[in-house]
């Protein structure tokens, strides 16, 4: 298992940004794919982004794409989510998760998460 601890969420108007970090501890986390995941009150938690073990391949769900942007550090073992002209449909809990393997959405998949990271976006 990897330990996941989210940062870096807040208040912040629309067309604003924010960037996310997630810091990893554990395992070898720079082997893992990385992923962020969001659940706004009353929906269904639901894929953002995600990123293989070497930054190399990355995925984005269509409602982020050329907003967001991640990416990740292996030799500070984190990975990041940089949020662009924010949207207040942007608000919702953010998490990191963490996979051995890169290319999938769906939640159940993921074995490791951290405990999320509020995201408020304001019109």
């Known amino acids: 298992q990897v330990q996941l601890v989210e940062s870096g969420g807040g208040l912040v108007q629309a067309g604003g940004s924010l960037r996310l970090s997630c810091a990893a501890s554990?395992?070898?986390?720079?082997?893992?794919?990385g992923a962020w995941f969001r659940q706004a009150p009353g929906k269904e938690r639901e894929f953002v982004a995600a990123?293989?073990?070497?930054?190399?391949?990355?995925d984005y769900a269509d409602s982020v794409k050329g907003r967001f942007t991640i990416s990740r550090d292996n030799a500070k073992n984190t990975v990041y989510l940089q949020m662009n002209s924010l949207k207040p449909e942007d608000t919702a809990v953010y998490y990191c998760?963490?996979?051995?393997?890169?290319?999938?959405?769906?939640?159940?998949?993921?074995?490791?998460w951290g405990q999320g990271t509020q995201v408020t976006v304001s019109s």
């Open positions: 990123i293989n073990w070497s930054g190399g391949s990355t």
């Open positions: 998760a963490a996979h051995s393997r890169f290319g999938s959405r769906r939640p159940a998949d993921f074995g490791s």
């Open positions: 554990g395992r070898t986390f720079s082997s893992y794919a």
